[in-house]
Structures are given as C-alpha cells and as structure tokens.
C-alpha cells in the first residue's frame, strides 16, 4: 500500500507548484485525503484535507487562499494546486489518507506518503 507524491522542486518565491499523489496497491478513492508540511524544527501541520466526494474541504488559515485541494477518484490521485509561494512554505509535503469521518480538520491519518521536498527560494 503506497501513496506516492510527485510535482515538488525549486521555484522562487511568487511561482506555482501542483503536487500530487498517487495511490497504489489498494484503492483510496473513497477516503478522505489530505496534504500536511513539515518544515525544519518545526511540528508537521495540516495543511489541506478534502472529503471523498470532494464536497467538504479545509485549508489552514495560513494559506489565504493561495493553495487548492482537488482530487480524481476515477485516477485515485490527490492534488495540491499552490500559487503565490512564498519562503515560509518550504517544507517536506506528506500526503495522507484516512478513513472520511469525524471532524475535516483531524490530523488523525492512517496511511501516509513519503514526503517530497518543496523549497521555495526568496
């Protein structure tokens, strides 16, 4: 069971990245997903979560509105649009999947990716 994330890299402050995550050996289209960030000495945060159906979503306050969540559960494939970038957002970004349940902004996950670099230059 593998959720793998893709799309990170270098981009200076003000670009656009679009992570995804691909999910293999089981099926997750019908958990719900969601994008947490680590970045150095600092605590793993929630960073997006989006229902199964794609009705209900959460984002951090932190984000203004520059970062969308989206998903294709025909592909299994989980999305994280980020514009408007700024230093403060380099971190390891994990994607994560649990069962849809209990409140979007749990940060009780169950299955995680392995975490790909984004680093954002100023």
């Known amino acids: 069971v593998q959720l793998v994330e893709s799309g990170g890299g270098l981009v200076q402050a003000g670009g656009s990245l679009r992570l995804s995550c691909a999910a293999s050996?089981?099926?997750?289209?019908?958990?719900?997903k969601g994008w947490f960030r680590q970045a150095p000495g600092k605590e793993r945060e929630l960073v997006s979560a989006?229902?199964?159906?794609?009705?209900?979503?959460y984002y951090a306050d932190s984000l203004k509105g520059r970062f969308t969540i989206s998903r294709d559960n025909a592909k299994d494939t989980l999305y994280l649009q980020m514009n408007s970038l700024k230093p403060e957002d380099t971190a390891v970004y994990y994607c994560?999947?649990?069962?849809?349940?209990?409140?979007?902004?749990?940060?009780?996950?169950?299955?995680w990716g392995q975490g790909i670099q984004v680093t954002v230059s100023s």
């Open positions: 989006i229902s199964w159906s794609g009705i209900s979503t």
């Open positions: 050996g089981r099926t997750f289209s019908r958990w719900r």
């Open positions: 994560a999947a649990r069962i849809d349940n209990g409140p979007i902004d749990t940060r009780r996950y169950e299955y």
